[in-house]
């Protein structure tokens, strides 16, 4: 049952869990290391041997309808699952990864069943662990609980995104705020210019309050509370994109200074300051996020999965110190150009 094993691990001190994101599926558990093989032994049954038995499936269904409804509460992050509609539209990438309300009300156990069936490809599995356990060990209970899963593979075929067009829409909402996403397709995952424009994207608006647009809109002018910039490469495309929440009388002005910050990257090369300063601040940021035993074990397994290789941090620093200005700039006249972003505009009723 649901409560057996949400107890298998929590009464020892551990933790399960998992998430979903447009590509990848992920099961993950933390516990002390004399309860590993319980861990590990309960991760392959919920992966390979799931049953979802059908009072299960009814009573997950209503979890899900209520964490939709949440969703759809929270303005910030309905826009961004609109704007990925915009971005995408008519293609998988387009689609919320929790579904909508007519397929989450109508899906039933056959189907669940059919999807693993359909869309199980153990070519594709990553196991990645990390623990004070000897590597032969690990091996050895790898070995035990998944020696006798089938190897499948999948026969779906990923359908290319269609050319992206850019579009502006503007919805009302009852909430108090406008709230806006800015952005366009990017670059996938195997392009060259990946990690450069990453580090692009973090200075225009990262996590760090030194980027470009938290200084131009919030530090200088006082127009939002935040504002920040991201980007997501997959497989064959990418997303690049800014969100803000701002007055509606405000809206001209903070799209202004978007737009000028944009500008200033496609016109103006960085220096030699500048460019040091943008690679040693993203260098640390990610060195950081890695001290977490989780964070660093995922990075592991993304890695492989995506790219068939692990990528050490040292690796990552020595592309991040070979990037130029001169190439950050021809990254900004490609990407940052006006007329190619697409705008989704929430606002108040």
Known sequence: SSLQIINRLEIVGGELNAYTTKEKICFHASV???????????????????????????????????????????PEDAIQDDFDEIIFANHQLGKNTLGNQESVSNFTREDLLNFITENLDTERVIFSSIGNIPFKKVVQLAEKFFKDIPAKSSDLVRVVPSIYVPQSQSI?????????????????????????????????GGFGMNSRLNLAVRERNGLVYSIDAGYTPFIDTGFWGIGYATEVKRLNKVNSLILNELRKFREISLTKTQLQNTKDQLMGQMAMSEEGNMSFMLMMAKSLLDMNRIDSLEDLFVQIKAVTAPQLQDLANEMFIEDDLSYLTFLPE
């Open 32 to 74: 002390l290391t004399p309860h590993y093989e319980r861990a590990l032994e309960l991760l392959a049954d919920i992966t390979f041997r799931s049953t979802f038995p059908e009072k299960q499936v009814e009573r997950e269904r209503g979890v899900i309808l209520e964490e939709m409804a949440m969703y759809y509460d929270s």
């Open 172 to 204: 009302t909402k009852p909430i108090s705020q406008a709230h806006v996403a800015i952005g366009r397709t990017a670059y996938s995952l195997t392009d060259k210019n990946r990690l450069p424009f990453f580090m692009l994207v973090n200075l225009l």
